[in-house]
């Protein structure tokens, strides 16, 4: 009902990653610029980190979409709680190459087989792999063995591994050094500047059919950035809660003291600021962040119910 009071044709502020819906900031754009680079001259190995909730999954959805369309054959393994098993019936699934037998030997002679088929074909294959700082260092190690399948000048899997910040520190370990030394592209994602929050809300706005009638205040937006610290899965939960209950009290644009409200609700206004300057900013913002984000999936499935709850009924 919302969505109609702003003159909207959809949810604007969805969590899904929407391809869609990725904001394009400086450093969004160097990232999806380094991996189709990467991807386009067979750079073997592509490392892509960022903090929880900073857009990763979105920007690999924009990737695949990119790559489907480029008809490259892709392989995509988000469930990071793997054996090594696991890992070659998902990847043997997704790339969708028939195999008999379930000996890695034959698997990966089966896999071979189908990269050098499509190396002479002039196509390119990638493997992408999310969440990978939950991975155990036996199965990072058999994904460094696959970029192992290669020609005398061309490595015929490309490999997209995305994670956490965690994934770099663990990628410090003695025994996966071979893997950190075969890493041939880097690249990031970051929480939103104040700015770039503006604009991310602007054009999600946008998208989802804004006609341009202002329906966030300046203050608001401020508030949003200042509560979400620029995590932009918590912009998304406070612009999408401070709009349902605008819409209960039937107030246009929604005012900045109903995004305060929002933050109180879901206890964001009790992270600690980042002394900005200060030698342990970065890792108070990494702390923050971690605070802002260890509960989001209960305050979500909150925010579900709520949704169809008038603010005012609802229990402290």
């Not at 929880?52 to 995509?76: I, P």
């Not at 609700?265 to 009790?270: N, S």
């Not at 579900?304 to 005012?312: C, G, Y």
Request: charged share 25%.
């Amino acid at each position: 009902m919302y969505q109609r009071f702003f003159g909207l044709r959809e949810s604007p502020f969805n969590v899904n990653p929407d391809p869609r819906y990725l904001y394009m900031t400086r450093q969004i754009q160097e990232a999806l610029a380094g991996l189709t680079y990467g991807i386009q001259n067979r750079k073997g190995f592509i490392l892509l980190t960022g903090e929880v909730g900073t857009g990763k999954t979105t920007l690999l959805n924009r990737l695949l979409d990119w790559l489907r369309g480029q008809r490259v054959a892709t392989a995509y393994i988000f469930n990071s709680r793997l054996e090594v098993n696991h890992l070659f019936d998902f990847m043997m699934a997704d790339f969708e190459i028939p195999f008999d037998s379930r000996e890695k030997s034959q698997v990966l002679l089966r896999l071979n087989q189908w990269l050098l088929e499509r190396y002479r074909a002039g196509e390119t294959a990638v493997l992408i792999v999310d969440e990978a700082q939950n991975l155990g260092a036996e199965v990072l190690e058999e994904i460094r063995l696959l970029t192992n399948l290669e020609t005398a000048t061309e490595k015929l899997l490309q490999i997209v591994l995305t994670g956490q910040p965690e994934l770099e520190e663990k990628l410090k370990l003695p025994e996966l050094r071979q893997l950190r030394q075969r890493i041939t592209l880097r690249c990031r994602t970051a929480p939103l500047n104040l700015d770039e929050t503006f604009g991310y809300i602007a054009e999600r706005l946008r998208i989802a059919g804004a006609n341009g009638t202002p329906i966030f205040s300046k203050e608001a937006i401020e508030a949003v950035h200042t509560y979400s610290r620029g995590i932009p899965r918590v912009v998304n939960l406070l612009c999408e809660h401070s709009m349902i209950n605008a819409y209960v009290d039937s107030v246009r644009p929604v005012p900045g003291n109903l995004v305060e409200e929002v933050a109180r609700e879901f206890q964001l206004d009790e992270v600690a600021p980042v002394a900005s300057g200060t030698s342990t900013a970065a890792a108070q913002q990494t702390a923050n962040t971690q605070a802002l984000l260890e509960n989001l999936d209960e305050l979500l499935v909150r925010l579900r119910h709520l949704s169809a709850v008038p603010s005012r009924e609802r229990k402290p």
